[in-house]
């Protein structure tokens, strides 16, 4: 019931573009991302809801195909800060799980 | 509180003992997850708590782990007869209520002898 993620891992130059893909095999409410630092808890992202619009944050943007059971998240401009593993958060239609995705390490160099 | 808080934030003790944790959530945040990240790894779904009820328990590894919420705030995962392979951080995190963001607290680092 776990999502899977893909890249597993991914390695940018600072300025460059990124995404990163989470597919799930259960039919899904909500699609959430996440971004955790290296000893530190995970901080949310983006929340995008089935029915709902595309989000954006900044240059941090979703895209959530409920059809598919897929979601992926764009990096654009990468920075410096961007470092860390991506995980997504699904949510099922049945609820009362939440299961977070296989993650995504990304780490943006100078 | 202002965030979500964990106690305590590390435990060391001997294979076999009980542990206690404690998740104290934002005030207001009626959904309570708790999760388990071993060493390198993602984020393992344990339970989830709407209000005081905890509509599935299937996410719990074994029968020695057990949870419970009192007065829609505080909670506590126990951990009877600790194993080896219970050593991991485990995470709290709450929400306004089901579906909204995860605010996660700072963990607690398990570590059985």
């Known amino acids: 019931q776990q999502p899977v993620q893909s890249p597993q891992a991914v390695i940018l130059r600072e300025g460059e573009d990124a995404v990163i893909n989470c597919s799930s095999s259960k039919a899904l409410y909500s699609v959430h991302w996440y971004r955790q630092k290296h000893g530190e808890a995970p901080v949310f992202l983006m929340i995008?809801?089935?029915?709902?619009e595309q989000m954006r944050h900044e240059k941090i943007s979703a895209s959530f195909n409920e059809k598919k059971q897929q979601s992926s998240l764009y990096l654009t401009a990468s920075q410096l800060s961007y470092s860390g593993t991506y995980f997504c958060g699904t949510e099922a239609n049945t609820g009362n799980q939440f299961y977070f995705g296989t993650g995504t390490s990304l780490t943006v160099i100078p | 509180g202002a965030g979500v808080s964990q106690s305590p934030s590390n435990k060391v003790t001997e294979k076999g003992k009980d542990v206690e944790l404690r998740c104290d959530p934002i005030?207001?945040?009626?959904?309570l997850y708790w999760y388990r990240q071993s060493l390198g790894q993602g984020l393992e779904f344990l339970i989830y708590?709407?209000?005081?009820?905890?509509?599935?328990k299937s996410g719990l590894p074994s029968d020695r782990f057990s949870a419970e919420r009192t007065g829609g705030s505080v909670s506590t995962l126990t951990i009877q007869r600790t194993q080896q392979e219970d050593s991991a951080v485990y995470l709290c995190?709450?929400?306004?209520?089901?579906?909204?963001?995860?605010?996660f607290g700072d963990g607690t680092r398990l570590s059985i002898l």
């Open positions: 708590f709407q209000g005081n009820s905890a509509p599935d």
């Open positions: 005030s207001g945040h009626t959904a």
């Open positions: 995008l809801l089935k029915g709902g």
């Open positions: 995190a709450s929400s306004l209520s089901q579906g909204q963001p995860q605010h």
